[in-house]
C-alpha cells in the first residue's frame, strides 16, 4: 500500500522506506510472536502453511493434508449458485455449519455499496479493499468464522462510513439500513448471551461466584487428568499424550500424538520387536505415564494419527494392557502409570480402544452413537437397539459400543443381557460413571448391595456430580447398614437437590441412626 502511494504521489524515497518500514515493523510486533511460537512448536514459523518449503519436526505430508482438508469442511458456499448466494446470511445464523465461534459477518456485504458512493476517502478505501480481499479469500477456503476476525476490525470502518452516507439518503435507503443493523445487532447480541448462559461456568466465575480453579474443572474436560498428572510425574519424566493432544496446564515435559505430524509412538511401536522391546523404548526415552482422552482419539482418528499397521497397534496394546496401571480418571480422560512389572490381571484393562480400529469404521460408529442418541431421545426403542447392534458388530472390542447395547437392551428389559454388556464395558476399559451407575441399578433387583454400593463408589469418583448417584449409593448403604456412609452421600444427594423433601427426611432419620449407634455406624 504505502508502495502504491509514492508511485501516486511521487514522494521522497527516504520518507516511503520509512513509512513501509514502520508499518511492517509495527505489525511484525504482533505476528513475531505467533512466528516464533509456530517456530518453536512446529520447526515451521508459516504453520500450517508452507510446509513443503521448511518442513517441520515429525511432519508428516499426508497428515498435514488430511487436516487441511478438514479445515475446508465447513461452510455452504461451496458448489451451486444459491449456496453462494444463501451463505453470507447463512453464515450470520447457522453457527454449526460455519465452526463454534459467534460472529456475525454480515456487514461485510455493506463493501460493494462504496463502488457507487463518490470521493471516498483513502483510508477507508484500503480498509474496503482489505476487508474485501481478505472475505474473498476466507470463502474460497475454510470458511470458518473465526477466521474471518482478522479482517472484521478493517471492515467496520468502511461499513460505517457506508452507514453515515447511507443514512443521510433517501427514506427506502434508511429503511434498509436499520433493518440490517438490527439484524446485526440481535444476532451479535443472541450468540452473546446464548454463549454466556448455557455456560454453567462462566456466569458464577464473571460474578465472583467461582473460583479460577473451579471454573478450569468445569469448562475444561481435561484440566484435572493434565494437572494431576503434573504433580505426580517426576521433574525429568514426561508425560505421553496418547489420543488427543491437549495438553495445556501440564508443567512437565511431554510427547503429543497430534493431527499434523506422525505419531511418535506409532514409529516406536513399528520399530519395536515385541511388547518389552518398546517398553525399554519408552523408558529410555523417560515416558513414565500417558494420558488418553477418549472422545478425542475418536476425533482424531480419521486423520490417521493411529495408522499405524495392525503389528504395531498389537505390540503397544500388549503394552498397555500388561504393564500399564490406572491412576487417574476424570470426565474421560485417563491417566495411566506404566509399570517394570506386569501389572496383575484383575487390574488390567482389555479390549481395543475404538479409534485403532479403521478410519472409515470410526466415522461410522460417530454417526450410529449420533443416531442411537436421537432414536433414545424419541423413546424409538427397537430403533435404537437396532443401531446399537450394528455398532458392536462394527467394534465388538470397544467399552462405548458395548455399553451402548447394555443401555439399549435394559430399555427393552433385557436385564441379564444388559448386565452382561455392561460388564464388557468395564472389562475393555475405560468406560465411563453412567456404566458404573447402570450397572448398579440393574444389579439392584438381584440385591447384590455389596457390589452395588462399589459400582456406585467408582461412579461417585469419576463424576461426583452425575444425577442421582449419591442418592442409589446412599440406600445400598443402607441395605448393608453401612449408616455412616450413607448419610454421607445422603448429605451430599441433599446438596444437590436441597428442596427435596422426601429425601430431607430420609437424611434426617439417617442423622439419628448414625447419632443412636455411634460413630463406628459406617463401618459394620
Not at 458456499?77 to 450470520?92: D, I, N, R, V, Y
Not at 479409534?355 to 432414536?375: I, K, M, N, Q
Not at 460413571?433 to 461417585?460: F, M, T
Request: one cysteine or more.
Amino acid at each position: 500500500w504505502w508502495w502504491l502511494a509514492h508511485a501516486r504521489t511521487r514522494n521522497a524515497w527516504p520518507r516511503v522506506l520509512r513509512d513501509t518500514g514502520l508499518a511492517v515493523g509495527w505489525a511484525s510486533v504482533w505476528t513475531g510472536v505467533w512466528l516464533g511460537k509456530n517456530w518453536l512448536f512446529t520447526g515451521n514459523p508459516f504453520f500450517p502453511l508452507m510446509q513443503t518449503v521448511f518442513g517441520g519436526i515429525g511432519w508428516d505430508a499426508a497428515h498435514v493434508i488430511r487436516w487441511m482438508h478438514d479445515n475446508v469442511k465447513y461452510g455452504t458456499g461451496h458448489g451451486s449458485l444459491e449456496a453462494w448466494l444463501t451463505m453470507p446470511l447463512k453464515a450470520s445464523i447457522d453457527i454449526p455449519d460455519f465452526g463454534t465461534f459467534t460472529l456475525n459477518p454480515f456487514p461485510l456485504l455493506f463493501l460493494p455499496v462504496l463502488a457507487f458512493v463518490p470521493r471516498v476517502p483513502a483510508a477507508v478505501r484500503f480498509c474496503a479493499f482489505y476487508g474485501f480481499g481478505y472475505a474473498v479469500i476466507w470463502a474460497t477456503s475454510s470458511q470458518q468464522t473465526r477466521f474471518l476476525y482478522p479482517a472484521m476490525v478493517q471492515a467496520a470502518v468502511a461499513v460505517a462510513f457506508v452507514a453515515l452516507r447511507a443514512g443521510a439518503g433517501a427514506w427506502a435507503a434508511r429503511g434498509a439500513l436499520s433493518l440490517a443493523a438490527t439484524w446485526i445487532l440481535v444476532v451479535g447480541a443472541f450468540g452473546m448471551v446464548h454463549n454466556r448462559y448455557s455456560n454453567n461456568a462462566l456466569v458464577p466465575y464473571t460474578t465472583g461466584h467461582l473460583s479460577r480453579e473451579d471454573l478450569l474443572r468445569l469448562g475444561v474436560q481435561y484440566y484435572e487428568t493434565v494437572r494431576y498428572a503434573g504433580t505426580v510425574t517426576g521433574s525429568r519424566d514426561r508425560v505421553l499424550f496418547l489420543a488427543g493432544d491437549e495438553n495445556y496446564y501440564m508443567p512437565r515435559r511431554r510427547i503429543c500424538n497430534s493431527i499434523y505430524d506422525r505419531s511418535w509412538l506409532g514409529d516406536e511401536a513399528a520399530r519395536a520387536a515385541d511388547a518389552p522391546a518398546l517398553l525399554k523404548a519408552l523408558r529410555r526415552n523417560r515416558v513414565t505415564r500417558f494420558i488418553v482422552h477418549e472422545a478425542r482419539g475418536d476425533e482424531y482418528a480419521p486423520y490417521g494419527i493411529y495408522d499405524w499397521g495392525r503389528k504395531a497397534q498389537d505390540t503397544f496394546l500388549e503394552v498397555w494392557h500388561a504393564y500399564a496401571k490406572p491412576e487417574f480418571d476424570n470426565k474421560g480422560v485417563f491417566l495411566f502409570q506404566l509399570q517394570a512389572k506386569p501389572v496383575p490381571a484383575a487390574d488390567r484393562k482389555g479390549g481395543r480402544p475404538s479409534w485403532f480400529y479403521p478410519g472409515e469404521t470410526v466415522r461410522r460408529s460417530v454417526d450410529l452413537v449420533h443416531d442411537a442418541d436421537l432414536a433414545f431421545q424419541a423413546n424409538r426403542k427397537a430403533e435404537g437397539l437396532r443401531i446399537c447392534e450394528e455398532l458392536v458388530r462394527l467394534m465388538p472390542e470397544v467399552s462405548h459400543a458395548r455399553a451402548y447395547r447394555g443401555y439399549a437392551l435394559g430399555l427393552s428389559g433385557r436385564r441379564r443381557e444388559a448386565m452382561a454388556d455392561y460388564e464388557l464395558a468395564i472389562r475393555y476399559g475405560w468406560p465411563t460413571a453412567v456404566v458404573y451407575y447402570n450397572l448398579g441399578i440393574l444389579l439392584e433387583a438381584d440385591k447384590k448391595y455389596a457390589r452395588c454400593l462399589d459400582l456406585y463408589e467408582k461412579a461417585i469418583a469419576m463424576d461426583p456430580g452425575l444425577s442421582g448417584v449419591q442418592e442409589r449409593a446412599m440406600e445400598a448403604a443402607i441395605q448393608l447398614r453401612r449408616f455412616g456412609k450413607a448419610l454421607t452421600y445422603g448429605e451430599a444427594a441433599l446438596a444437590a437437590k436441597p428442596t427435596d423433601r422426601d429425601l430431607d427426611a430420609r437424611v434426617a432419620r439417617l442423622r439419628q441412626v448414625v447419632t443412636a449407634t455411634g460413630p463406628g455406624s459406617g463401618t459394620r
